[in-house]
């Protein structure tokens, strides 16, 4: 079973605090993690990508892979409203044929002025 | 820009009724994907296609089909539509670093 997990929230944090989101993944062979936004109403929007573990950073994002834990993080430092939306977390698992994801429900997040 | 488009954007439809959806992309990859999205399951794979003439299952294609004639288009047909497949569907493409894109989605409602 190729299971994709996140806390549904609603996550909601102060205009400026970091925001932070988790997931965790069951097939410990995966390859290929993802970070899609999407807001109301809008297709998902690809934020980040990630391969190796560590931190991978790009702006205000950064994205943190653990493959021994089987966790896959993202921070938003300086969270802004604009950031309200739901987050998406995708893996690709070990043997899964080349390019398919499996996706987690999603985080709600609400940033508050 | 290389970009992906759906169309209809919305569309209504009565049960029994064949319905298509239509996918084009322009950024010549060759995977694509048809996802529906409904509340409390997220998204769901509906079918896929790693090139022209090449189709596969997803996770509930059952009540569906698709073609793949060539690289830019795969169109998703409900062959009878039922209630059940009232969603948001979005297609996606991806390329070898398995990124995928999606497009705006279509709204379908099935009276």
């Known amino acids: 079973q190729k299971e994709v997990e996140q806390n549904s929230g609603p996550l909601s944090v102060p205009e400026g605090a970091i925001a932070s989101l988790n997931c965790t993944y069951s097939d410990r062979g995966s390859q290929s993690f993802f970070w899609y936004r999407q807001y109301s109403g809008k297709s998902p929007e690809l934020i980040m990508s990630i391969y190796s573990n560590g931190d991978k950073e790009d702006g205000r994002f950064t994205a943190q892979l653990n493959k021994a834990s089987q966790y896959v993080s993202l921070l938003i430092r300086d969270s802004q409203p604009s950031d309200s939306a739901t987050y998406l977390c995708a893996v690709n698992p070990r043997g899964s044929t080349l390019g398919r994801l499996y996706f987690g429900r999603g985080t709600q997040l609400t940033v508050w002025p | 820009d290389a970009e992906i488009t759906q169309s209809p954007r919305h569309k209504i439809t009565e049960t029994g009724r064949q319905v298509t959806l239509a996918c084009h992309q322009t950024?010549?990859?060759?995977?694509m994907f048809w996802y529906r999205q409904d509340l409390g399951h997220g998204l769901r794979l509906i079918h896929y296609s790693y090139g022209v003439q090449d189709t596969n299952k997803g996770e509930v294609s059952d009540g569906y089909s698709v073609s793949r004639s060539n690289t830019e288009d795969l169109p998703l047909t409900l062959e009878s539509a039922a209630s059940s497949q009232t969603s948001v569907y979005f297609c996606?493409?991806?390329?070898?670093?398995?990124?995928?894109?999606f497009g705006p989605g279509t709204r379908l409602t099935v009276l």
């Open positions: 950024w010549n990859h060759n995977n």
């Open positions: 996606a493409s991806g390329d070898d670093t398995d990124t995928q894109y």
